[in-house]
């Protein structure tokens, strides 16, 4: 019990440490202003990974997740899906913001795509380039596929997996990754089988991998839902995912 204190402690600080070498990056959508982060190594030629936030918009975990991405060679984004001025300030207005842009998907595959042209920018190389996303971005990444926007893959790290069924299958190009916590409440097994349907149909490269004994923030060490073991292990298997479709 001690050494997970020690250990939570220990990643909660260096997070701190690591979100002081981001720089943001003001851009727009129309009139809205939004503010991403790019890691220090902005302006490389690099492959490239744009990391979606959880629904309360950019926060720790995204912030470390860039500079361990950074480790890895990659310039990382993360990027502002709410704009300045709208970040959600406890669960009731994160869970009516992020529920708006999951019903209306087209604007957020937009804000997904202004981000990714920020990654560009600062020096991404333009056909490797890969999303992450966790929760909201995690459905998010799912987005990224689902709208054929300019990316070799996605990982969709303890997302809402489900898809309004109105809405049609399509081909899907993009390599996809889904991380799913084994006791996520929030994913049904309607909502698990309708998505393995839906990347069959879309004739999609496609793996689930399956946490046991996690609950839906699984990954993330602020969260009594954090399990030490399968976060180490998501995160594995995301950098070796990276590797094969960027490097």
């Known amino acids: 019990m001690i050494r997970t204190l020690l250990l939570t402690a220990c990643i909660l600080s260096t997070g701190t440490v690591f979100s002081q070498k981001l720089k943001t990056i003001s851009y727009q959508d129309g009139s809205q202003k939004l503010n991403g982060l790019v890691t220090s190594n902005a302006g ?22 860039a500079a361990e991405l950074e480790k890895q060679g990659y310039i990382a984004f993360i990027a502002d899906i709410y704009g300045e001025g709208n970040i959600p300030a406890d669960n009731a207005s994160a869970g009516k913001t992020s529920g708006y842009y999951k ?11 202004l981000a990714l042209e920020q990654l560009k920018k600062n020096g991404a190389i333009s056909d490797k380039i890969a999303v992450i996303g966790y929760c909201f971005g995690g459905t998010g990444a799912l987005e990224s596929a689902r709208g054929s926007l300019p990316v070799a893959g996605v990982v969709s790290i303890h997302g809402s997996i489900g898809k ?17 916590p084994a006791d996520d409440k929030g994913v049904t097994p309607e909502d698990y089988n309708n998505l393995i349907k839906e990347m069959n149909e879309g004739n999609a490269d496609w793996q689930i991998i399956t946490y046991a004994h996690s609950k839906h923030t699984f990954t993330d060490p602020k969260s009594p839902d954090y399990n030490e073991v399968m976060a180490k292990r998501a995160w594995n298997h995301t950098v070796m995912f990276l590797k094969e479709i960027l490097k």
């Not at 490239?48 to 309360?56: F, H, Q, R, Y």
């Not at 309004?164 to 799913?180: F, H, S, Y």
């Open 103 to 113: 019903q209306n998907y087209d604007a957020y595959q937009k804000r997904i795509s």
């Open 44 to 65: 490389k030629k690099l492959p490239g990974v744009l990391i979606l936030p959880a629904w309360k918009g950019i926060d720790d975990e995204a912030k470390t997740a």
């Open 164 to 180: 309004d069924q109105t809405r049609k299958n399509g081909p899907i190009a993009t390599k996809i990754l889904v991380e799913n």
